[in-house]
């Protein structure tokens, strides 16, 4: 099981003074974050896509491109790109060239997210969106196939055969389906041979497992090599020293966040119980000391059959740096050995 960071590049005040970090301060600490993940042996980190103004990640591309010069080992993604919101070719070319920065260690989530205020940014409409990704979708995996494509779809002038450079250090660009519930997303997926990636940011894990069954059975009847097939998780998450000094760092954060777009969607405000059922022995918020954690990752690798990547959205916490890297640190050092080890010997 490969095991990560997924970071939003949240810029959340303080939970103590109400302050919020400048932008500067913010981005040159989620840099030292990847540093800190590639130092202690993290698999990947992922960079999310937003509009808005509580996040930094509007151009994750820029920001990978920065991590790819600053980490060696570390797999770098998107966490997840906005496939319906952009040019393909353009998307290709940045990722290909992040790929020759990092000397192959370029990976992409391509999905939806979880907001939408990049279609009326970009003058697109959320009527069409379903249409527009599976277009983008076809032609991105197409400039991964050829390095001169003809191709045509609605939403994009045609290729008759231009060269479409960077090519990417690696023979092919990883890419990786993010969905969030719906079967035919899970199904998509599974037909194209795509490695999924299912964002769980509540409720609890196991109510995914039928859906990420019907992945695997639309992968197998497509025909698909099952030696390739992955299903990752991507959960919120932090580590401390013991489960209470965990769920107290990370709470402010996360209550302030899912507040305010709970205002928004007219949903009730969050609680502090709600919030610790979500991170107690049946809820699919991966905090706590390393064991507790590392016992709820290996419990869920269990419960949906097998899991070969989990990555933990840990950036709602309203935290100083040095506590933001302390829980990366422990997730490298502590919990990573116990969960590897563990599926080691079985």
Do not use: C
Request: proline share 6%; charged share 20%; aromatic share 8%.
């Amino acid at each position: 099981m490969e095991i990560g960071i997924d970071s939003f590049a949240a810029i959340l005040p303080d939970p103590a003074t109400g302050m919020l970090p400048s932008a500067t301060d913010r981005m040159a600490d989620l840099l030292d974050e990847v540093e800190v993940a590639d130092r202690v042996g993290l698999d990947v980190f992922g960079i999310g896509e937003h509009h808005r103004a509580e996040f930094l990640d509007s151009a994750p591309s820029i920001i990978l491109a920065a991590a790819a010069a600053r980490t060696s080992r570390i797999r770098l993604t998107s966490a997840v790109t906005i496939l319906a919101a952009v040019d393909p070719v353009r998307l290709f070319q940045e990722f290909a060239t992040i790929d020759l920065i990092s000397k192959g260690r370029a990976e992409l989530v391509v999905g939806r997210g979880s907001f939408g205020e990049a279609f009326p940014l970009f003058g697109l409409d959320t009527r069409a969106y379903d249409d527009l990704f599976a277009e983008k979708l076809d032609l991105f995996l197409k400039l991964g196939e050829t390095i001169q494509p003809t191709w045509q779809g609605r939403f994009r002038p045609a290729l008759s055969g231009q060269g479409i450079f960077p090519r990417p250090h690696q023979p092919r660009l990883p890419v990786w389906l993010g969905v969030g519930g719906t079967p035919q997303s899970f199904a998509r997926a599974g037909k194209l041979g795509l490695p999924l990636m299912v964002a769980i940011i509540g409720g609890t894990f196991d109510r995914f497992g039928p859906a990420i069954d019907y992945y695997r059975e639309a992968y197998a009847e497509a025909g698909h090599d099952l030696a390739k097939m992955k299903v990752g998780i991507h959960a919120m998450g932090f580590v401390g020293e013991t489960d209470k000094a965990a769920s107290d760092a990370f709470f402010p954060g996360w209550a302030h966040l899912t507040g305010k777009v709970g205002r928004e969607r007219g949903w009730s405000p969050p609680t502090r119980g709600q919030f610790d059922e979500m991170a107690g022995p049946e809820g699919a918020f991966l905090v706590g000391s390393p064991e507790t954690v590392a016992a709820k990752m290996l419990r869920t690798n269990e419960t949906l059959g097998g899991i070969s990547r989990i990555t933990f959205q840990m950036s709602t916490a309203s935290l100083e740096t040095a506590a933001m890297k302390r829980s990366i640190e422990l997730l490298g050092t502590n919990v990573a050995p116990i969960v590897r080890e563990r599926l080691r010997t079985g």
